[in-house]
């Protein structure tokens, strides 16, 4: 790998501000892509699934717990392997219990999924040392419904929003080569009883999920960050900094 060119201050300063400028403009489409993705329809799930957890069966609206919003980790866990994918593990093993405390604090529940059983699951995550929520699809059609396990002997082949068709037309016949799992992260909203998925993000778009910010970027109420002000602040002082405690 070579390194960056040396150079003077005041040139690399030039640099720099040319480089901003091309960041705000990257901060601006991704404000405006954000806004576009919280006014995304939704569409309500009426299938029943039934998932394995650590505790024994649960439904979709389980794993909400109290929260109005639910974050999904799709993970590559074959029913077949005894490890699960190891970019989805690199992922998983950043998450830190602040994370998951922040995204609470934003009513927003955070789990993993996989298709293998719960008890390679429970296995793996006990040598990894994790103790977030993970939940089992197996034997349902969870993975398949949401394009995250590719069999097409079992459904029709759908990869990030392409057909069989559009993915030959894009090159991507890899995809067709047989059974796959992959990565993926989706969102749901609860209301009442009612549960609608309003986003997914498959392959790359997983990678660019980081802190609570970025995960809450992506559903459908977002950074849910429009308090009042406290009584008694003056006109001119700064904003209130967001409370992520508990």
């Given at each position: ?32 892509l954000n806004t576009s993705r919280r006014q995304l329809p939704m569409v309500r799930i009426d299938k029943e699934y039934v ?17 109005g919003q639910l974050v999904l980790q799709h993970v590559m866990f074959d029913p077949a392997w005894d490890d699960a994918c ?161």
């Amino acid at each position: 790998m070579s390194l960056p060119a040396v150079t003077s201050r005041q040139e690399w300063l030039a640099a720099r501000k040319e480089l901003l400028v091309r960041e705000k403009e990257l901060t601006k489409l991704h404000d405006a892509l954000n806004t576009s993705r919280r006014q995304l329809p939704m569409v309500r799930i009426d299938k029943e699934y039934v998932f394995e957890g650590p505790d024994g069966k649960a439904s979709l609206t389980d794993m909400f717990g109290p929260n109005g919003q639910l974050v999904l980790q799709h993970v590559m866990f074959d029913p077949a392997w005894d490890d699960a994918c190891p970019s989805c593990s690199a992922g998983l093993d950043e998450l830190s219990q602040g994370l998951l405390r922040n995204l609470r604090a934003r009513d927003t529940a955070f789990a993993a999924l996989a298709r293998a059983p719960q008890a390679k699951i429970a296995a793996y995550k006990a040598r990894k040392g994790w103790d977030f929520a993970w939940y089992s699809s197996f034997g349902s059609d969870f993975n398949y419904d949401f394009h995250v396990s590719i069999d097409a002997s079992v459904a029709p082949v759908m990869f990030n929003y392409r057909d069989e068709a559009e993915l030959k037309e894009a090159g991507l016949t890899w995809i067709l080569d047989g059974a796959s799992e992959q990565p993926g992260v989706s969102c749901f909203l609860r209301d009442g009883d009612a549960v609608f998925h309003t986003y997914s993000t498959f392959g790359r778009g997983t990678e660019q999920l980081g802190g609570a910010y970025s995960i809450l970027d992506i559903t459908a109420l977002g950074r849910q960050e429009e308090w009042e002000e406290p009584k008694g602040r003056a006109a001119n002082a700064r904003p209130a900094i967001p409370d992520f405690s508990e």
